[in-house]
């Protein structure tokens, strides 16, 4: 028996690089659930970044946890088979993580396959800074943008979707939404229904 399969898109890239707006025009486009990955963070998590404090390792895997468990039960429940779920995923090995929690995760079927696909958008430090300063209400300040730039890992070739592999990176400087969602839309379209 062939095994059912779930698929799971991660929109990540450093904070204002587009992860909201992109993630949630892209599930609209897939008629499927878009899950803000901010959302899952302790109280504890979203303190530290207000004030001004980047988060550890031992404050991002808890959180990974949760977020990836709740995106493969929001795929498992849809019709779609499909959920959108946004995260910064800076480094590789948090993308490596969250695809490791997600096959054994306790909310899927033993018949079921949860494919993950990471897309990580990326733009100059300044573009962010201004992306950052422009979002009102928001618990992350511009002053947390340069450790995230500093450590962040753009998708290297060998792991490309078009390559085999499971992420792909997207500079999305100077370009339209559209434009960017359309870039998005073209690398995942085989893995939809495949
Ligand atoms: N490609 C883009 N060009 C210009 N502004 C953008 C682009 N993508 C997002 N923005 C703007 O940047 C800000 C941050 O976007 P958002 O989607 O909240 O980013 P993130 O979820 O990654 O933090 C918003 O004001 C949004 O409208
Ligand atoms: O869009 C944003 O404001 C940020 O990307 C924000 O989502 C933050 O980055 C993460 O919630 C966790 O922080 P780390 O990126 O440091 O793991």
């Keep these: 028996m062939t095994k059912a399969e779930e ?28 899950l803000e990955g901010d959302s899952f963070h302790s109280k ?35 019709p779609s088979s499909i959920s959108v779920v946004s995260c910064s995923m800076l480094k590789k090995e948090y993308r490596k993580f969250i695809k490791s929690i997600g096959s054994h995760s306790s909310n899927i079927d033993e018949n079921v396959e949860v494919k993950f696909l990471f897309i990580f958008l990326y733009t100059d430090y300044q573009a962010l800074l201004n992306r950052v300063a422009q979002r009102q209400d928001h618990y992350m300040k511009s002053d947390m943008v340069k450790s995230q730039y500093d450590i962040m890992e753009i998708p290297a070739e060998k792991d490309l979707i078009e390559e085999g592999g499971d992420e792909y990176g997207i500079n999305t400087t100077g370009r339209s939404i559209e434009d960017i969602l359309e870039e998005v839309y073209d690398v995942i379209k085989d893995e939809l229904h495949a």
């Excluded at 001004?52 to 498992?76: F, H, K, M, Q």
């Design 44 to 78: 504890a998590n979203i303190d530290k970044m207000a004030q001004g404090i980047p988060l550890t390792d031992e404050d991002r895997y808890p959180w990974l946890t949760t977020l990836t468990e709740n995106a493969v039960e929001t795929s498992t429940n849809d």
């Design 7 to 34: 698929l799971v898109i991660v929109i990540g890239g450093p904070a204002g690089t587009g992860k909201t707006t992109i993630g949630s025009k892209l599930a609209e486009l897939l008629h499927c659930p878009f």
